[in-house]
C-alpha cells in the first residue's frame, strides 16, 4: 500500500511538473502578458515590465498619430522590434499589419520614406497597394509621378493596381488621361485596373472613352479588349436587355452577343425569346445566331418550352439558328427527334451543317440510324424543307 502511494504521488508531481512547463512557454512564447487571462494580467504586471527576454507585442492599430513625424518615429520603431524579435511568417504577418496600417494614415511624403525601409515580398506589396490607393485620394497627380518613376520590375504592381482601382472611382477621366504617360509596364497594369473599375463602376465613362483613337490605340497595344470589361460590368449588374442591346453594335462581335443571350438565358429563357422576336428587324444578321445559344442552353431547363417558342417563330435566320441549337441539344438522348428538326430548317446550306453536326453527336449510340437518316437527306438533294415544324 505504502509503494502504491509513493506510485500516485510521483504521477501527480510528474504531470504538475509538465503543466508548470507548457504554461511558462506558452507565456514566453506568446509574449507575456497578452498571453495570459485577463484575471491573471495585473498579477503579473510587475513580473512583465522587469522581463527583457520576451518578444514585445506589436499592435497595428495602436499607432499615435500627433504630427507625422512623431508617427513615422514610432513604425519606424515598432518595426525595429519586429525584425529583432520576431522570425517565419509570425514575423511576416506583423511587419504586414504595421506597414499597412502606416501607409494608411502617415503623412504621403513619410509613407514613400517608411516604404524604401521596407523588405520587398508580401509586407512591400501590401505597403505599397495602402500608398497608392491613398495617393489617388489625396493627390492623384502626385501619385501619377510616383508611378511614372518606378522602374519595370514587379514591386511596382500593387502600387499601380491600388492606385487606378481607386483612381478610376475618384476620377475616371484623369484616370484615363494619365495611361499614356506611363511606362509600357506599368501602363498595361494601370489599364487592366481601369477597364476593370470602369466596367463594373461606371461603364458609360468606359463607352465615352472609347471614342477616343488615343485610348483604343492603346488597348490595341496592351491587346486589351474594352468590350469585355463593359459587357460584363452590365451583366454584372443583371442589366440584360442594355447589354443585349450593346452587343448589337458594330463594335461588338457575334461572340459578344452570344455571351450575352447566354448570361441572359440561364437567368430567363422566355425573357430572352421576346426580346429576339420583338428584336429581330433591328438586329444584324450575324447576331441571330444569339437564337442557338439560347436553345441550346433552354433545352437542358425545359426542352418542350423550347421547341413551343420555335414552333411558332416564321421562317428565316432565327428560326434556323434555333432549331441547330435544339437539334444538337437533343440529339445525344434522341436523334430522331432532332433529326426532324433539322429538316425543318430553311436555308439548305445551313440544314446541310446542322445535320453534320448531329448525326456525329446520333451516332454515338446508333450509328447505322444516323448515317441511313443523313445517307437519305444528301440524296434529297435541294429538296424543300417541311412545311410543318415536327411535334
Not at 524579435?85 to 501607409?103: I, K, P, S
Not at 502617415?106 to 517608411?114: A, K, P, V, W, Y
Not at 459578344?256 to 426580346?275: H, L, T
Not at 441571330?288 to 435566320?317: F, H, N, R, V, Y
Request: proline share 5%.
Amino acid at each position: 500500500m505504502h509503494q502504491r502511494k509513493i506510485y500516485i504521488v510521483s504521477a501527480l508531481s510528474l504531470f504538475a511538473a509538465v503543466c508548470s512547463f507548457y504554461y511558462v512557454h506558452t507565456y514566453h512564447t506568446a509574449g507575456g502578458q497578452d498571453a495570459l487571462p485577463i484575471s491573471s494580467q495585473s498579477r503579473h504586471a510587475s513580473q512583465n515590465s522587469q522581463r527583457t527576454s520576451s518578444k514585445p507585442r506589436v499592435a497595428t492599430s495602436d499607432i499615435p498619430l500627433t504630427t507625422s513625424t512623431s508617427a513615422l518615429a514610432v513604425v519606424r520603431e515598432k518595426l525595429r522590434n519586429i525584425r529583432d524579435h520576431y522570425n517565419g511568417q509570425e514575423r511576416t504577418d506583423l511587419l504586414l499589419g504595421v506597414a499597412t496600417q502606416a501607409m494608411l494614415d502617415i503623412s504621403l511624403e513619410d509613407g514613400l520614406t517608411l516604404l524604401q525601409e521596407l523588405p520587398t515580398g508580401a509586407v512591400y506589396d501590401a505597403a505599397s497597394a495602402a500608398l497608392g490607393k491613398r495617393f489617388a485620394e489625396l493627390d492623384p497627380a502626385k501619385g501619377i509621378g510616383w508611378l511614372k518613376s518606378l522602374p519595370e520590375t514587379k514591386e511596382g504592381t500593387y502600387a499601380t493596381m491600388a492606385f487606378y482601382n481607386k483612381l478610376a472611382l475618384v476620377d475616371p477621366i484623369l484616370a484615363l488621361q494619365s495611361l499614356k504617360e506611363l511606362n509600357p509596364v506599368r501602363q498595361g497594369e494601370a489599364m487592366r485596373s481601369v477597364l476593370n473599375e470602369l466596367g463594373n463602376q461606371n461603364s458609360e465613362q468606359l463607352i465615352v472613352a472609347l471614342q477616343n483613337s488615343d485610348f483604343r490605340a492603346l488597348c490595341v497595344q496592351h491587346a486589351l479588349r474594352p468590350q469585355n470589361y463593359i459587357l460584363n460590368g452590365i451583366l454584372n449588374a443583371n442589366e440584360f436587355e442594355k447589354a443585349a442591346m450593346l452587343a448589337n453594335q458594330p463594335d461588338y462581335s457575334t461572340q459578344d452577343m452570344s455571351n450575352v443571350i447566354g448570361r441572359w438565358a440561364r437567368a430567363d429563357p422566355n425573357s430572352v425569346a421576346a426580346w429576339l422576336e420583338e428584336n429581330v428587324g433591328s438586329l444584324q444578321e450575324d447576331r441571330l445566331a444569339a437564337s442557338e445559344k439560347l436553345t441550346a442552353l433552354w433545352a437542358t431547363m425545359d426542352a418542350i418550352e423550347a421547341s413551343a417558342w420555335l414552333q411558332k417563330l416564321p421562317p428565316g435566320s432565327l428560326r434556323d439558328y434555333g432549331i441547330k441549337g435544339l437539334a444538337e441539344a437533343v440529339a445525344p438522348k434522341d436523334g430522331k427527334a432532332a433529326a426532324e428538326w433539322v429538316e425543318s430548317i430553311q436555308d439548305p446550306a445551313f440544314r446541310a451543317v446542322t445535320a453534320e453536326s448531329v448525326v456525329a453527336r446520333w451516332a454515338t449510340y446508333d450509328k447505322e440510324a444516323a448515317l441511313a437518316w443523313l445517307s437519305k437527306l444528301k440524296s434529297e438533294g435541294d429538296a424543300p424543307p417541311q412545311t410543318e415544324s415536327p411535334n
